[in-house]
């Protein structure tokens, strides 16, 4: 029955989710193979599901299991939390886990932290990783969330999700000491900085650069990350398409120029996670993202 789980089990599988290996997670937890993987089809037995499937090497965590060790780590999160609390020791911490496309973690989720809380009470930890990875560590219970752009298999059970705001991807040039851009759409040939095709915005640039037939463009560099492209295309090397969040200074500024506003791409950016409880802080500051409309 599940009223007679223990907690132990659930630090089991948390650290066998860890090591993927029945042998290094007895170890760790200081306890024979034999009787640790009897605990683990303990844990299995009172929740009436496979939580990892042993057919796989290394070990994997079932499509249930990936649900289950978000709600067993955050569910030994939040006992720690509260007895620490109730001790009056207040040097716990809750972890709250985000995995964030590049650009976004650089010019965007800094200033969502700084608004969410003083408090001293949580850690974050941000891994700045490309958008197809970020799904992929969520689906496998290793991220509380994703802030990323639109993505279809996240917009349905077993994940919920947020819009945080439109942006959209700007062409832009560098300019010249009279404000006035260095390339121009009327150029022969554009030297192109250039999303990799295989990131998010490089799809979106390359559906885009399909339909057009009256621009002649060079391939000069290319890059997934978008601060990277900003920074040759601020040293004059080109011309490419940025998001609006990353050049809003430049562009008041005039230090950039965008080229052609029919040839900007709207994107919505997204945060996402789970439907498992999260701990205290992590759902806090899931209720506040929710309200971001920037």
Not at 246 to 261: A, Q, T, V
């Amino acid at each position: 029955m599940i009223s007679n789980l223990e907690i132990k089990w659930l630090h089991d599988i948390v650290v066998l989710e860890e090591y993927r290996s029945f042998t290094l997670a007895a170890e760790k937890r200081n306890i024979s193979q034999s009787s640790f993987s009897r605990r683990i089809q303990s844990i299995e037995s009172a929740v009436s599901f496979e939580i990892f499937d042993r057919n796989t090497n290394p070990l994997q965590l079932t499509p249930q299991g990936k649900n289950f060790i978000v709600y067993a780590r955050n569910l030994l999160d939040d006992i720690y939390f509260q007895i620490n609390k109730i001790k009056g020791v207040d040097n716990s911490k809750q972890r709250i886990n985000i995995s964030a496309a590049h650009s976004l973690s650089v010019f965007l989720l800094p200033d969502f932290i700084s608004q969410f809380s003083h408090d001293t009470d949580k850690i974050f930890f941000v891994e700045s990783i490309n958008v197809d990875e970020a799904v992929y560590k969520l689906k496998d219970g290793q991220s509380d969330f994703i802030l990323s752009f639109y993505n279809e298999e996240l917009m349905s059970s077993p994940f919920l999700h947020a819009k945080i705001l439109e942006s959209r991807l700007h062409l832009v040039s560098l300019c010249d000491v009279h404000k006035q851009p260095i390339f121009k759409l009327g150029d022969p040939l554009l030297p192109l900085m250039k999303y990799t095709d295989e990131s998010y915005m490089g799809r979106q640039v390359n559906q885009l650069m399909s339909k057009l037939d009256n621009l002649s463009f060079e391939l000069s560099f290319v890059s997934s990350m978008s601060d990277v492209l900003k920074r040759m295309i601020l040293n004059g090397s080109g011309v490419g398409w940025l998001p609006d969040y990353s050049i809003k200074n430049e562009i008041e500024k005039k230090e950039l120029s965008i080229l052609d506003d029919q040839l900007s791409i709207t994107m919505g950016v997204y945060i996402y996670r789970t439907e498992a409880r999260l701990n205290i802080s992590s759902e806090r500051f899931w209720q506040f993202m929710r309200n971001q409309k920037l």
